[in-house]
């Protein structure tokens, strides 16, 4: 606290990010990031950005990235925002789109940055609860708002909202804009990126970090309504005119020609997230249903901070969350190769029922 520190500072509750262990040799599996490494193509374009160039200013309107990214959804440019990572994309969403008189509405069980966003500008936001299965019901997005978001897969549940359901609400809700934060989308759901033609109310944002193993050069992105987007740069160019560096999109350009190579990587986690479920559910684990890159699961009568750290004294990081009280029995666990979800398994064999029969 500082007599400097503006109101709003004050009354912050920032936003924690799993961590980044320091420590070699731990098994990282808490903050949903690509087992396997970026595409050959995507090192390749950033090696040859490194050069005489870097001493100019990046394009700051990212045409190049925007392009590809719209060809990749049989888009045009004008209906694609970018920005560095998509939390800072869904930043000016919150400000441009969804600050209005009446409350956003969001479940009450979702990504935790978006309090936060409500927080930083001062935008009223309204809860809403998931079903007792974690399941969100579009039925209960019907009542007044000042903007609808949600992510789908939602996180960190993994559950999977389908896009009939999506198009119910957005028939329902056309005078508020409706936020689909799709960065697990690629893992067992179906992208609504085509409806943006048909809603003009209806904003998809996409992250990198994730199917396209590229968290570390922060990139992120949203497809709407021309007006959309125009609200998205207005933003951006009152904030920061050069969001994405020569790396970021250069790189991510690559990526998302490279559909071929994040497809096979994306079936690869696919495959391996059904193996650990039926090795845990063997084990006696309750996992829920998920279509993301990861799994929330509990084991019955056991506390999940407990289960996490029990695992981090074996070298196996995991996310634990220990609000709201209905989710802290469980814990999210990142979808890694095979090898480190089997040490995964033999790791929570020792600890479930070597303290069982303690
Ligand atoms: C639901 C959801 N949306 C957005 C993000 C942000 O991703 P990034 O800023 O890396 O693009 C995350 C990160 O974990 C997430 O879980």
Redesign the pocket.
């Known amino acids: 606290m500082s007599h400097f520190w503006s109101k709003v500072v004050h009354g912050l509750t920032p936003y924690v990010p799993g961590e980044q262990p320091k420590l070699p040799n731990l098994v990282k599996l808490n ?2 990031e690509s087992p396997y490494g970026p595409s050959r193509l995507v090192l390749e374009a950033l090696r040859a950005e490194v050069g005489d160039t870097l001493r100019l200013y990046p394009d700051p309107g990212s045409d190049g990235l925007r392009a590809a990214i719209a060809a990749r959804h049989s888009l045009t440019p004008a209906q694609v925002f970018v920005g560095n ?4 994309v ?1 930043a000016h969403v919150f400000q441009a789109l969804l600050k209005h008189d009446a409350p956003v509405l969001f479940p009450d069980i979702t ?1 935790s ?1 978006y309090p936060v966003y409500c927080a930083l500008y001062e935008i009223a936001y309204e809860p809403v609860p998931l079903t007792s299965n974690f399941e969100l019901d579009v039925r209960d997005y019907r009542r007044p708002n000042g903007g609808i978001i949600f ?1 789908n897969p939602n ?1 960190p549940t993994g559950r999977l909202v389908s896009l009939v359901d999506i198009e119910e609400l957005l028939k329902a809700n056309t005078t508020s804009v409706v936020v689909i ?1 799709e ?2 989308v690629d893992f067992g759901g179906e992208s609504c990126v085509p409806l943006i033609n048909q809603y003009p109310q209806l904003l998809v944002t996409h ?3 994730k199917s396209r193993a590229l ?1 570390g050069l ?1 990139v ?1 992105y949203a497809t709407g309504h021309p007006l959309l987007i125009e609200a998205l740069n207005r933003v951006k160019d009152s904030f920061n005119s050069y969001p994405l560096d020569r790396f970021a999109q250069a790189g991510a350009s690559a990526a998302m020609a490279d559909e071929h190579y994040y497809a096979a990587m994306c079936r690869k986690v696919i495959a391996s997230k059904a193996t650990l479920v039926a090795s845990m559910e063997a084990l006696g684990f309750k996992v829920l249903p998920s279509a993301a890159n990861f799994i929330f699961a509990r084991f019955p009568g056991r506390d999940g901070a407990d289960l996490a750290a029990q695992l981090r004294e074996r070298g196996i990081v995991v996310r634990h969350f220990k609000n709201p009280a209905r989710i802290s029995p469980f814990l999210r666990i990142t979808i890694g190769t095979d090898e480190q979800c089997a040490g995964l398994v033999d790791a929570l064999r020792e600890i479930v029922y070597t303290n069982l029969n303690k």
């Open positions: 903050t949903n990572g998509s939390d800072e869904l990504y940055f992510p996180a934060d960065a697990y992250t990198l970090s968290a922060r992120g």
